[in-house]
């Protein structure tokens, strides 16, 4: 499991996590919701290790966050920011074979070679392998990112907005593939996601957060109700029960 203990991270005078403290349990798909400005993406860089916490602690699967080296952790968890930027110009496998890098040292094996092919085909990338990534659609781009986190094949999977650029189709394929990732393979997943309601359909337990703090932590049910809702976004979000899933109706 993932244990947070009175997290904290400031930018100057703004405090963009506040003394935040939670338990994500092992296993399953936990997602992170809240309005612009909540800290989310904050709070996964700080668990990745991609920022340093001001105070708290962290731990991943028993492993200090601060105190493991890097390699150790990079065994552990991968992490797919909200941004991804390339310095050079690589085709599609070359940056999927990325995610191996902790386990191969830049010396591929056959064994890596299956897990690239693998990642590669879950994201439905197999047919662009050798289309270099700046000739990509945004959202082929976007799945050959995630495509790398998941040749890392680690046990926990962060992942900052992995909807970005992605049609309709393609977000319900993804959502569906963690799922699938936390169900079949025993993965951790923990997203940062904007849409309510892929949260509620697809997560087995939700942080909320607002203003760098943690609000609530739930199950779907117990996140997906109007009180909640509108104290996390201060506005009132009805709430309708579709096909057993609990939606939320915000347009109007």
């Known amino acids: 499991m993932i244990r947070l203990h009175s997290v904290s991270k400031s ?36 668990v990745s290790r991609l920022a340093p916490m001001d105070a708290g602690t962290i731990d991943v699967g028993g492993l200090d966050v601060v105190a493991t080296p890097s390699r150790e952790l990079a065994k552990t968890m991968a992490i797919l920011r909200q941004e991804n930027h390339l310095t050079m110009r690589l085709r599609v496998r070359d940056l999927v074979g990325f995610g191996r890098f902790p386990h191969s040292g830049g010396h591929p094996t056959a064994e890596d070679k299956l897990h ?111 009180p909640v809702l509108r104290d996390v976004y201060d506005i009132d979000i009805r709430i309708e029960e579709i096909d057993g899933n609990r939606i939320g109706v915000y347009f109007a």
């Open 116 to 226: 690239i092919d693998d990642a590669m085909a879950h994201l439905d990338l197999t047919a662009l392998a050798d289309r270099y990534v700046d000739e990509l659609s945004g959202g082929q781009r976007q799945r050959a990112f995630i495509a790398m986190v998941l040749a890392q094949d680690t046990d926990y999977l962060l992942l900052d907005e992995p909807l970005n650029n992605l049609d309709m189709k393609h977000s319900v394929e993804m959502m569906r593939l963690l799922r699938r990732l936390a169900d079949e393979l025993g993965k951790t997943v923990v997203i940062v996601i904007h849409d309510i309601n892929f949260a509620s359909c697809y997560s087995d337990t939700i942080l909320a957060m607002r203003e760098g703090r943690l609000l609530h932590q739930g199950t779907p049910a117990q996140i997906m109700q109007v």
């Open 11 to 46: 930018y100057g005078a703004a405090k963009v996590v506040n003394d935040v403290s939670a338990t994500i349990p092992r296993g399953g798909v936990t997602s992170i919701i809240g309005p612009n400005g909540a800290g989310k993406s904050t709070l996964l860089s700080l």
